[in-house]
C-alpha cells in the first residue's frame, strides 16, 4: 500500500502508522520519520511552503516506487504539507512497513533523501532577519550518493 | 506554451505564470532561457545563473539540451528545499 | 533528553514523540522506530517476552549512552514490552531526535541493531506447532559489524 | 552468591535462581559451568553447548576466563531475541 498526500492541514503521525499496518501481520517493523520546522534562538516566526501541484505528487510517486522496487515494503506513506507553518509544525511524514527492519530503515531514508533533492517545494522563512527563500544544501545533494 | 515560475523566480520575474509563443528557432531548454532573458530586465535578474534553475518539461525534470518542441508546460525554479 | 523504559503495557508513539520533542524548537527531525508481533500464515497464537530486570535497563542505558555519544541528539526514547503479546502488538518503540534527518536515522537504527544483541529479553512463541523459544539470528549479530 | 537462570535455561534446569557455595577452585566462568554440570542431568542438558551460554557478572556480560571472585549475581542465559 501507497499512501501519498500533499497537504496543508497538520497529520497524525500515529493514526497513520494504524492505517498503513492495517491489521497485515507480517509487518514487523515501521520507521516513522518526521520532520519539523526549526527555529534555532526563535530566530524563525513563521515558514511558508510553496510546490509545484502535479508535479509534486508526481515526484513523491516516482520516489515511492522506487522504494517498493529497491526493498520488499508492505507499505510506504508520504505525507508533505504546505502554506504557512510556525516553529516546531511538523512539515513531512515517512513512515515505512516492512517485514524486517533493515529495508523499513533504508526505505524511509531514501524516500527522505530524494524528497529534498527531487521534490519541488521552496521554503521561505519570515524571521527577525527579514523575509528569505532557503537555499538548497549541498548536503542534500551529496546524501543521493549513498544510494548509487 | 505555458511557462510556469516557482519561488523567488517568480518574484523576480513578477509573475507565476504566462503564455508565450516561441520564435522558431528556440527549440532546447537552452535556448528557452537565452530567449526568455532577451525580454526585458527581471527574466535577466531570475534567470542569471544557470545552477540555480531547475527545469521540468511537462512535470519532468529537463536537462539544457532537451528538446522543448512537444513540450505544452515548462516550468522553471531554484533547487528544491522541502522535507 | 534520555527516557528508558521496561513495561508491560502499550505505548502510544505519538505522546512519546511530542515528550521527547518537548518544545524543543532545535529539533529539526524525529526517526521512530516500532517493532510488532509477526504472525506468518496465522502461525502465531501470542508471544512471551521474558527479560532480566535490572540488567535490561542498564543495556540500555548503556547503548543510549553510546548513541549519545556517536551523534548530536536532541532526545532519545526507548520503550520494551515484556509479558505476553498478541500478532500485531507492539513490542518495542525507539525515536531519536535530532537537528538533522542523518543523525535521527542512524542513532535509532543503531540502538535498534544493539538492542537485538544485548538487551536480555528472550522471546517464547505459542503457534500452530506448540511453544517455542525463537533462536537468535546470525543476521542480528552481523548487523553490528555496521557500526564498527 | 546467586545464581539466576532465564528462558529455556531456567526451563531445563528447572529454576529461575538459587544460592549456590563453590568449591575453592572454581574461580572463572567456565570453572562455575563445568562445575554445575557435574551436578546433574539438568544442569548437563542446559549447559551443554558452550555457544548458546551467555554470561553476566553482577549484569555485565562476561566471557569465559572472567574471574567470578568478587560476583555476588551470576547470570545464565541463552542468546537474547528482544527488539
Do not use: C
Not at chain 1, 520488499?72 to 515505512?96: F, N, S
Not at chain 1, 521552496?122 to 542534500?140: L, N, V
Not at chain 2, 503564455?19 to 535577466?44: F, N, R
Not at chain 2, 540555480?52 to 512535470?59: H, R, S
Amino acid at each position: 500500500m501507497i499512501n501519498i498526500r500533499v497537504q496543508s492541514e497538520a497529520f497524525n503521525s500515529a493514526a497513520e502508522g494504524e492505517n498503513l499496518r492495517s491489521g497485515n501481520l507480517d509487518i514487523g517493523a515501521t520507521v516513522a520519520f518526521t520532520g519539523y520546522v526549526r527555529s534555532e534562538e526563535n530566530s524563525l516566526t513563521s515558514m511558508t511552503l510553496e510546490h509545484y501541484p502535479g508535479m509534486t505528487e508526481k515526484q513523491l510517486d516516482k520516489i515511492a516506487a522506487q522504494a517498493e522496487e529497491r526493498w520488499p515494503l508492505d507499505g510506504l506513506t508520504i505525507i508533505h504539507r504546505y502554506g504557512k507553518l510556525l516553529p516546531g509544525d511538523p512539515i513531512v511524514l515517512v513512515i515505512a512497513a516492512s517485514r524486517h527492519r533493515a529495508h523499513a530503515f533504508s526505505a524511509a531514508s531514501f524516500v527522505m533523501d530524494f524528497l529534498k533533492s527531487e521534490a519541488p517545494f521552496w521554503k521561505k522563512e519570515d524571521g527577525k532577519d527579514g523575509t528569505k527563500w532557503i537555499a538548497a544544501k549541498d548536503s542534500d545533494l551529496n546524501a543521493l550518493k549513498h544510494w548509487d | 506554451m505555458t511557462l510556469v515560475y516557482f519561488s523567488w523566480i517568480r518574484e523576480t520575474i513578477g509573475k507565476s505564470e504566462e503564455e508565450i509563443i516561441l520564435p522558431l528557432d528556440v527549440t532546447t531548454v537552452s535556448g528557452l532561457i537565452a530567449h526568455l532573458k532577451s525580454l526585458g530586465e527581471e527574466y535577466q535578474a531570475a534567470l542569471a545563473k544557470p545552477e540555480l534553475l531547475k527545469i521540468a518539461i511537462d512535470q519532468e525534470y529537463a536537462g539544457p539540451d532537451n528538446s522543448i518542441a512537444s513540450a505544452s508546460e515548462i516550468a522553471i525554479f531554484p533547487p528544491v528545499t522541502g522535507g
